[in-house]
């Protein structure tokens, strides 16, 4: 089993920027899927943003491209997501997700395998 604890969120005025992290456990990081996602209240988990295990490729949601970066350390075993130009339709709870040993791009919340616990993000206009 994998275990992941995201942090980074908060609170932050519109236009600005977070920098979310996600640290995985495990010895075989590269070899892990990773993706962020976010669910807002009353809605369904969306895909945000997916890194292959390499991190050479990468994939965003239409609405966070430009805007977003997603980034991995595979030494720190920590995936990112840096977050510019935030907008109030960018609130919601974000989940970093993990694929194992898989080094392709998901976007699709039922492909994943393991969830961290979510953290916050809001944004005030």
């Known amino acids: 089993q994998v275990q992941l604890i995201e942090s980074g969120g908060g609170l932050v005025q519109a236009g600005g920027s977070l920098r979310l992290s996600c640290a995985a456990s495990?010895?075989?990081?590269?070899?892990?899927?990773m993706g962020w996602f976010r669910q807002a209240p009353g809605k369904e988990r969306e895909f945000v943003a997916t890194?292959?295990?390499?991190?050479?490729?990468?994939d965003y949601a239409n609405s966070v491209k430009g805007r977003f970066t997603i980034s991995r350390d595979n030494a720190k075993n920590t995936v990112y997501l840096q977050m510019n130009g935030l907008n109030p339709a960018d609130t919601a709870v974000y989940y970093c997700?993990?694929?194992?040993?898989?080094?392709?791009?998901?976007?699709?919340?039922?492909?994943?395998?393991?969830w961290g616990q979510g953290t916050q993000v809001t944004v005030s206009s």
């Open positions: 997700g993990v694929k194992i040993y898989y080094h392709g791009l998901l976007n699709s919340p039922g492909q994943y395998d393991y």
């Open positions: 495990g010895r075989t990081f590269s070899s892990y899927g």
């Open positions: 890194i292959s295990g390499s991190g050479y490729t990468t």
